[in-house]
């Protein structure tokens, strides 16, 4: 257990909604991260935000938008859904943002559009 | 932009044969560099990491890699694979400058079977 927890674990939407994923860091850590998992695309970097500013972007769609709240969790939104949007997506998080810190990775949420 | 190239998409050894999963780097500047493991429907899980202080890493479930500069490669190895190392495993990439965030940048992955 990384101590990194995602709800929910699995979602099945349609194309055209908008959805909502959570992630919680582990107990002290300001960074979050987002990536994307798909066969097509593999790991992708989405977004970081730490301790509540956005830090740096990936290849992020602008459909999709994220914050993180004064309570350090963050949330990642997916609107305007699309087939291929159906992925696993992951939520990291690391002590600080900068340098080799190791990021823990939650279980994931599997999104899968219909 | 930095990147890493995995070669081969599937290993397979025998049990107790060495595993060997090949990792190259691009960057002009030795970077920061991960082996992560993914179990099936698992998250990732850090095995090991490069950050300069030494180029042998030891990781864990014995695993290890080298950094080798003059090849941009970061190999990883286990001199005894197990059944339960099977999984998919990817090599990444962070940079390493100070102005720089650190997220990373994933290989495509290697997945490993162990034949018993």
């Known amino acids: 257990d990384s101590g990194v927890t995602q709800t929910p674990k699995h979602l099945i939407t349609a194309t055209g909604q908008r959805v909502t994923l959570r992630c919680s860091p582990r107990?002290?850590?300001?960074?979050v991260y987002w990536y994307q998992q798909s066969l097509d695309q593999g790991l992708q970097f989405l977004i970081q935000?730490?301790?509540?500013?956005?830090?740096a972007k990936g290849n992020i769609l602008e459909r999709f938008s994220a914050q993180q709240f004064p309570d350090l969790h963050s949330e990642l939104n997916l609107s305007s859904l699309e087939l291929g949007d159906s992925a696993l997506y992951f939520c990291?998080?690391?002590?600080?943002?900068?340098?080799?810190?190791?990021?823990?990775f939650g279980p994931g949420t599997r999104l899968t559009v219909t | 932009a930095q990147s890493v190239t995995q070669l081969g998409s599937h290993v397979s050894v025998s049990e107790g044969a060495l595993v060997l999963l090949r990792c190259n780097y691009s960057s002009s500047v030795p970077p920061y560099l991960f082996w992560y493991v993914q179990y099936p429907n698992q998250g990732l899980q850090l095995l090991l990491k490069?950050?300069?202080?030494?180029?042998l890493v030891k990781g864990i479930n014995g695993f290890e890699a080298e950094f080798k500069k003059s090849e941009t490669s970061f190999h990883l190895t286990k001199p005894s694979a197990h059944m339960s190392d099977a999984a998919e495993y990817f090599c990444?990439?962070?940079?390493?400058?100070?102005?720089?965030?650190?997220?990373?940048?994933f290989g495509t992955g290697t997945r490993l079977t162990v034949i018993p």
């Open positions: 935000y730490y301790n509540g500013e956005e830090r």
């Open positions: 990291a998080s690391s002590a600080r943002d900068l340098g080799p810190h190791e990021q823990y």
């Open positions: 107990s002290g850590d300001l960074s």
């Open positions: 990444a990439v962070s940079d390493r400058k100070g102005t720089g965030a650190n997220n990373l940048f």
């Open positions: 490069y950050t300069s202080a030494a180029t």
